[in-house]
């Protein structure tokens, strides 16, 4: 029987390379989102890696988490393991941000990230365990600005991982997170001009592994923190960022050697 996965928001981006990584790993994956179109093309794109389906979800509709999480009650189809991916990014600035948008993004990227994991640890919960990773970012930590409902937003998921990690424990239920860096995503490849993703290499050079993410480094991670292999790992936020966060210093400024 194969391991079952979910990963929301999993049509394209970083939770399209996460399907693709678990499905190379003996997973028979779920991917969710909203726009049905992608979805197919998702699945057309994926389908020769492994058993994988999709499900159009809006992960802020509670009938369609529901409905989405409700295909594990057969228990010959439990849920081994659940990834929060689905979210958006927001360049609104504070003092032009409007409630409503402030609450979208909160609910998209908080909200939904709740939904999916409590409406998921019920049925690992009643099949025996499982693993949950919810996928955060960096910006939980800190912000170059702009940012203010997303980095307000993931720093809830951050904190959301380690309280769920502690309630399911006695479950057998681990939940972690990843906070991604900056990502060279195929969309980034695709519309961002020649000039501009220049610049954003240039920009980079200054952080420790002087380049942006990887997909698969972040899909490898996820996949790793769902596995047996971490089985003694719950509760934590593992950055995936090429040594952002832990760069304090402009690198132009440090001494030469």
């Not at 093309?41 to 979800?57: Q, R, T």
């Not at 490898?220 to 769902?226: E, H, P, S």
Request: net charge negative.
């Amino acid at each position: 029987m194969p391991l079952n996965a979910v990963v929301t928001g999993g049509s394209k981006g970083i939770g399209f390379g996460i399907a693709a990584c678990l499905l190379a790993r003996g997973y028979a994956v779920t991917i969710a989102g909203r726009n049905e179109m992608e979805l197919a093309a998702a699945v057309s794109n994926l389908n020769s890696l492994g058993p994988v389906e999709a499900v159009a979800a809006d992960v802020t509709n509670e009938d369609d988490v529901e409905r989405l999480m409700s295909r594990f009650d057969d228990p010959s189809r439990p849920l081994s393991l659940l990834v929060n991916n689905a979210g958006v990014s927001d360049y609104k600035t504070l003092l032009k941000m409007d409630l409503a948008r402030w609450r979208s993004v909160l609910d998209i990227n908080l909200t939904g990230v709740f939904l999916s994991l409590q409406r998921g640890a019920r049925r690992m919960r009643a099949s025996g365990g499982g693993a949950i990773v919810n996928v955060a970012s960096i910006d939980a930590a800190g912000t170059d600005g702009r940012q203010s409902a997303y980095g307000a937003a993931k720093a809830g998921v951050v904190n959301l991982t380690k309280t769920a990690a502690v309630e399911l424990a006695p479950y057998g239920i681990r939940v972690n997170s990843v906070s991604p860096g900056w990502t060279l995503t195929a969309m980034i490849k695709d519309h961002v001009s020649e000039a501009a993703l220049r610049h954003m290499t240039e920009s980079f050079s200054r952080v420790p592994l002087g380049r942006l993410v990887e997909v698969d480094e972040i899909a490898r991670t996820v996949a790793f923190l769902g596995s047996d292999e971490a089985s003694g790992i719950t509760g934590i936020d593992v950055p995936v960022d090429c040594g952002t966060l832990a760069n304090l210093y402009i690198a132009e400024t440090l001494p030469k050697e």
